[in-house]
């Protein structure tokens, strides 16, 4: 079922042909949109109490990606900026350093709202080899603001790593009008492209496993960069 807003004290003061009302009701986003549109053609000033799209339900997900590289290699790669940079969907640019932070730029589109968001990077919880935190937040003008964060452990697997995270994202402003399914499945897909794309610029080919001739310079760029 499409989400539903609550108003509180949804307050309407209408020309003098017409009753001045009080209520709180729920309705869905659009309704509320279509309704605040028929007042205004009605000259009616319309004041709701507090902002009911100010901020949506915080979505979760979590997975694990196997790396064909040692928990050292992985764990320098999640420090390396440019690493980051090119692993984020839609990074334009990025700058700063693991130590102060970083800050990105990123272009993306959500169902019919595209954006631009400007924001910045924090890492925490840093445990050299096993794990850190990635926390973000960005603000992308009136189409509203995005913000989350990710807890990664990493765990040896012989030569290989599993990387394990956790996500949780939170939207707001126009992204949270689109309805939860949207929200949702767009974080979703934004954190496993994120996380494949780390496996890809991180790890060796698996044995046997042959890339294009397009992708084979990006397979593994960091790991040959460091061995």
Known sequence: PAPTTAI????????????????TTHCMPVQVLTLLHILSQRRCLVFIQGNPWKEAHPMKMSDSK???????????????????????????EMSGSAGEGFTATVVQKVGPVKATFKGEVELSDIVENEGLTLTGAGKGGAAGFAKGGANVRLEADGEQTILHYEVEAKVGGKLAQLGSRIVDGFAKKMADQFFTAFQDAVGAPEEGEEDSAEDAPKRGWFRRLRS
């Open 66 to 92: 196997v790396i064909n590289a040692g928990p050292a290699t992985v764990f320098a790669a999640m420090l390396d900026r440019d690493v980051l940079a090119g692993c984020v969907p839609g990074c334009t």
């Open 8 to 23: 509180s004290n949804l307050c309407i003061t209408p020309p003098a042909n017409i009753t001045l009302r009080k209520a």
